[in-house]
Nanobody
């Protein structure tokens, strides 16, 4: 059974930091592209950061470049998102995603999300 479970969200003041974690099970973690996405109230879900299988390369939304860092620990099957210099506009539910497409075989998994609130 595939499971992605996010943790580490919470309330933080502007300028603060949080580290999100996503524990994965039930699939071959190291062969998937992993990402963090977020959805703010009234807005569409957007990609925040992604890392290719086995940590080969990363990419970030322009809005978080220089502030957020995505990483993965294949031995612990865990994805991380270090978020620094947080802004109120970073407030959203953050989701962990795992995706792999091989030919016509498409696997796409999501966690339930963790709330991040940046406010005074």
């Amino acid at each position: 059974q595939v499971q992605l479970v996010e943790s580490g969200g919470g309330l933080v003041q502007p300028g603060g930091s949080l580290r999100l974690s996503c524990a994965a099970s039930g699939f071959t973690f190291s062969s998937y592209t992993m990402s963090w996405d977020r959805q703010a109230p009234g807005k569409e879900r957007e990609l925040v950061a992604a890392i290719t299988s086995a940590g080969g390369s990363t990419n970030y939304a322009d809005s978080v470049k220089g502030r957020f860092t995505i990483s993965m620990d294949n031995t612990k099957r865990t994805l991380f998102l270090q978020m620094n210099s947080l802004k109120p506009e970073d407030t959203a539910v953050y989701y962990c995603n795992a995706i792999r497409v091989i030919g016509y075989d498409h696997n796409d998994y999501w966690g339930p999300g963790t709330q991040v609130t940046v406010s005074e």
